[in-house]
């Protein structure tokens, strides 16, 4: 790590703490959600957190027995819109994806949502975090990345100035202790491909000093890359993204990543990609031979019971006249 760095994250250390002590002030009244994270983040082991996109994959996490889910922005743009991580889809599409989410799951079970570069200027970035806040969200990742945005280990990606990054994680933040929501603020930099990895550690060391509650590089392109990360702003967890089928990081075990020093561990595509992959072999099967085969199909017991007809029922039994 750059000398640069290492007098960056020393300075840092009071401001962080100050920041902490303003905003413990009103935990009490923190969200169930955001207790939960708050807490997974503390402990020893490593959070797995596959992605969600819709309500439906969100309760399939839960019910396979994961701590914490993820909303991702490029699987939504993917499944509600056909359309690619772009800066495409809005903030009021993603938000409402988010209250179908956590809606679908239960009232302890945290959610991550993808909240992009807060769709504008740090008053949107407000309006965003408050408003994830309100459809149940526990954390929420903010970027520096410029509009439009790209998916981080696509091509094209550029990232504002440190004012405007720092100054969107500081308003990430005061929105967090204005709205006495609790949830968690990820600072997300995509610095290491659009500048380098001094720039990229600088900006995590910068963002944890304006309060973020847990930092991301996102692409980093090494194991010892990710080492060098870890090593800043020591105490603010760490968040790791395993990309499916071919992204710039390594992909790690649970157990490599948290000697690392890493606290959670996000699947971004896992379910998406494997839908697609599933639909479209189930409509050459249709096509081909007129009906899809067996072995790839749950019963018909077994789907009504992931959409929630047994509760449904026993529900229903209770208000019988």
């Given at each position: 790590?750059?000398?640069?760095?290492?007098?960056?994250?020393?300075?840092?250390h009071h401001h962080r703490r100050h920041r902490a002590r303003?905003?413990?002030?009103?935990?009490?009244?923190?969200?169930?959600?955001?207790?939960?994270?708050?807490?997974?983040?503390?402990?020893?082991?490593?959070?797995?957190?596959?992605?969600?996109?819709?309500?439906?994959?969100?309760?399939?996490?839960?019910?396979?027995?994961?701590?914490?889910?993820?909303?991702?922005?490029?699987?939504?743009?993917?499944?509600?819109?056909?359309?690619?991580?772009?800066?495409?889809?809005?903030?009021?599409?993603?938000?409402?994806?988010?209250r179908t989410c956590n809606d679908a799951t239960s009232a302890?079970?945290?959610?991550?949502?993808?909240?992009?570069?807060?769709?504008?200027?740090?008053?949107?970035?407000?309006?965003?975090?408050?408003?994830?806040?309100?459809?149940?969200?526990?954390?929420?990742?903010?970027?520096?990345?410029?509009?439009?945005?790209?998916?981080?280990?696509?091509?094209?990606?550029?990232?504002?100035?440190?004012?405007?990054?720092?100054?969107?994680?500081?308003?990430?933040?005061?929105?967090?202790?204005?709205?006495?929501?609790?949830?968690?603020?990820?600072?997300?930099?995509?610095?290491?491909?659009a500048v380098d990895l001094d720039e990229a550690l600088w900006?995590?060391?910068?963002?944890?000093?304006?309060?973020?509650?847990?930092?991301?590089?996102?692409?980093?392109?090494?194991?010892?890359?990710?080492?060098?990360?870890?090593?800043?702003?020591?105490?603010?967890?760490?968040?790791?993204?395993?990309?499916?089928?071919?992204?710039?990081?390594?992909?790690?075990?649970?157990?490599?990543?948290?000697?690392?020093?890493?606290?959670?561990?996000?699947?971004?595509?896992?379910?998406?990609?494997?839908?697609?992959?599933?639909?479209?072999?189930?409509?050459?099967?249709?096509?081909?031979?007129?009906?899809?085969?067996?072995?790839?199909?749950?019963?018909?017991?077994?789907?009504?019971?992931?959409?929630?007809?047994?509760?449904?029922?026993?529900?229903?039994?209770?208000?019988?006249?």
């Open positions: 790590m750059s000398a640069r760095v290492c007098g960056h994250v020393r300075a840092t303003c905003h413990a002030s009103g935990a009490s009244s923190a969200s169930p959600q955001s207790h939960v994270l708050r807490d997974l983040l503390q402990s020893p082991k490593i959070i797995q957190a596959p992605c969600a996109h819709d309500a439906l994959s969100a309760r399939l996490i839960e019910r396979a027995g994961f701590d914490a889910a993820f909303m991702s922005g490029f699987c939504v743009s993917a499944s509600r819109l056909a359309l690619p991580d772009t800066g495409l889809i809005s903030y009021g599409e993603m938000v409402d994806v988010g302890s079970f945290p959610i991550i949502g993808d909240g992009d570069d807060g769709y504008g200027n740090a008053m949107n970035v407000k309006r965003t975090v408050k408003g994830y806040a309100k459809a149940g969200f526990a954390g929420v990742l903010i970027e520096d990345q410029v509009a439009p945005k790209a998916c981080g280990h696509t091509k094209n990606r550029r990232v504002v100035s440190r004012e405007e990054a720092t100054t969107r994680v500081r308003a990430a933040c005061d929105a967090r202790d204005e709205s006495g929501s609790g949830i968690v603020v990820f600072a997300r930099s995509d610095s290491r491909s900006r995590a060391a910068a963002f944890a000093d304006q309060g973020a509650d847990a930092l991301f590089i996102d692409a980093l392109r090494s194991k010892e890359e990710m080492r060098a990360f870890c090593k800043v702003a020591p105490g603010v967890p760490k968040m790791a993204n395993m990309l499916e089928g071919g992204g710039s990081t390594p992909i790690c075990t649970p157990e490599e990543l948290q000697d690392m020093g890493f606290s959670i561990v996000a699947y971004p595509l896992s379910l998406l990609a494997v839908s697609v992959k599933a639909m479209e072999r189930a409509l050459r099967e249709i096509k081909d031979e007129g009906y899809p085969s067996d072995d790839t199909l749950p019963t018909f017991v077994d789907l009504q019971s992931s959409v929630g007809f047994p509760e449904y029922y026993d529900d229903d039994e209770r208000y019988k006249a």
